[in-house]
């Protein structure tokens, strides 16, 4: 009987320890084990995470659109949830909510400040020229979409878009300049295809909404060029990296430029249009040039494209030679067009 007894003891004492290692397994500590919670961190340990933040808050499921970046920035302790275990994905958050959030993810946190509890964050926000004097935000407003690109946009240093015409047809009446710069970078995609894309710029941003963009972010900063690959060119709600080789170009599935090659004298005509996201179509025409070229036969072509802007002046026809062919550059009536004559 003692001898049942024991063995009874040891095998609780066994389960107990097993039970013990899944409930430490639970923990973020565990998780990380001891790592510093950086974003390649997070994106390596995202199963696990995915796991942990659907357990610790009661409104989230794995399931959810959003689920992956929460799970990247909970891992990263950037975002906090309420008392009653809930994430509320839906709430709309503030402006101070969202500088806090921004800043600290990137890694400038701060203390909080009496009275205006955000203060300190607003100023390392002003030192970094994510705020600028002349903004003028509400801090205790809803954090509007528009503004929310702005500030990342700014945070990352990327420059605002020169295009005049937004790629969303519901930002047109708006300054655009920074939505369509993140646009172009690929940090958000807005809803819908070409020509009816959308971004909803006034309405205020919600939770998800903010946990998805600050986390992509995160990722542009650690590596721009690699971000920008694995989110192709910025459509919604997905994009094809897909391509077709014609005459040794490799020429995107899905465009933005305007693209022929059914020419006898000539082996590709790409023609940039000013009505559309100026920098997209740039970055789409270097892409295909490039492809055959090298850089530093491109770049002269590029840079002399670059300069045409203004649907109202006209680029005056410019002539290059690359690899023994002629290629002609000029534009009139709104429209840039590359010609490469065949050699």
Known sequence: MRKVLSIFITLCILISGVLNVFAAGDTLESILDGQ????????AKLDRLVTYTTKKFSDVKSSHWYVKSLSKLVGMQGIDGYKDGTFRPQTQIKVAEFTKLLLAAAGYKEEL????????????AKELGVIEEGDNYNYNSGM???????MICKLLKIEPSTSGTSVFSDAQNI???????AFNEYLIRGYGKEGARTFKPMQ?????????????????RENPEEFKRANGGGEAPSTSTSYTEVKGYKIPNNLTVNVKT????AEIMISIDLKKGLDIQNKETESILKSKFSSTDINPVIDYVKQYSDAS?????????????VVSVGGQAGVATITVFAN
């Open 36 to 43: 510093a919670p950086t974003i390649e961190v997070v994106k």
């Open 113 to 124: 400040a009496k009275g205006q509890w955000y203060a300190n964050y607003v100023t390392r």
């Open 144 to 150: 509007k979409r528009k503004d929310m690109a702005k």
């Open 175 to 181: 300054d655009s300049k920074w939505i369509d710069a």
């Open 204 to 220: 205020t941003a919600t939770r998800a909404e903010v946990s998805e963009m600050v986390i992509r972010a995160l990722e542009y």
């Open 262 to 265: 059914d020419f006898e004298i």
């Open 313 to 325: 002046t006209v680029l005056p026809k410019r002539d290059f030679t690359i690899a023994g062919r």
